[in-house]
């Protein structure tokens, strides 16, 4: 397997994925990806989109709705399927855990999304465009990314 990483991540983030994927002898490389963060040589119509947090996932699906979903729909004119990989703790394993997740914003802002209304908002996106969210904790992203693209060659 060949793996190719989108320019756009940033190195420090991805020192301990780059690690699992030199640990599992994976090569790799940087290029520009038109959508998500990883792909396989060996399927191009499958990306792995990386989260760091469902911090970052509200941010993206609420105060950059537009852009977020003008990426599932390029992705989806290109035929390429793209999921995405949020990276947040072992405590939120499927989507139904959302439900659960405690916004820490909620604290302070009224207006935060409750992990509830997310929960409604990711299972809209899913359903609507024909995407999934996988979640793992950090240590575990590069096994993950690798595992998630071995499924889409097998």
């Known amino acids: 397997m060949?793996?190719?990483?989108?320019?756009?991540e940033k190195t420090k983030a991805i020192q301990k994925i780059v690690a699992e994927f030199?640990?599992?002898?994976?090569?790799?490389?940087?290029?520009?990806?038109?959508?998500?963060?990883?792909?396989s040589l060996d399927?191009?119509?499958?990306?792995?989109?990386?989260?760091?947090?469902?911090l970052e996932v509200c941010n993206n699906v609420c105060q950059d709705h537009k852009r977020f979903i003008n990426e599932l729909k390029r992705a989806n004119?290109?035929?390429?399927?793209?999921?995405?990989?949020?990276?947040?703790s072992r405590n939120i394993k499927t989507l139904d855990d959302v439900l659960r997740w405690k916004n820490p914003r909620l604290k302070t802002s009224p207006l935060a999304v409750s992990?509830?209304?997310?929960?409604?908002?990711?299972?809209t996106i899913e359903k609507t465009y024909s995407t999934?969210?996988?979640?793992?904790?950090?240590?575990?992203?590069?096994?993950?990314?690798?595992e998630l693209l071995n499924e889409q060659v097998n």
């Open 132 to 146: 999934k969210f996988y979640f793992c904790d950090k240590t575990n992203t590069g096994k993950r990314i690798v």
């Open 22 to 39: 030199d640990r599992q002898n994976i090569k790799y490389f940087v290029s520009k990806l038109t959508v998500g963060d990883y792909i």
């Open 77 to 88: 004119e290109f035929g390429i399927r793209l999921v995405f990989l949020v990276e947040h």
């Open 115 to 123: 992990g509830e209304r997310l929960y409604k908002i990711l299972s």
């Open 43 to 54: 399927n191009a119509r499958f990306a792995i989109d990386r989260k760091q947090s469902l």
């Open 2 to 8: 060949t793996i190719q990483i989108d320019s756009r």
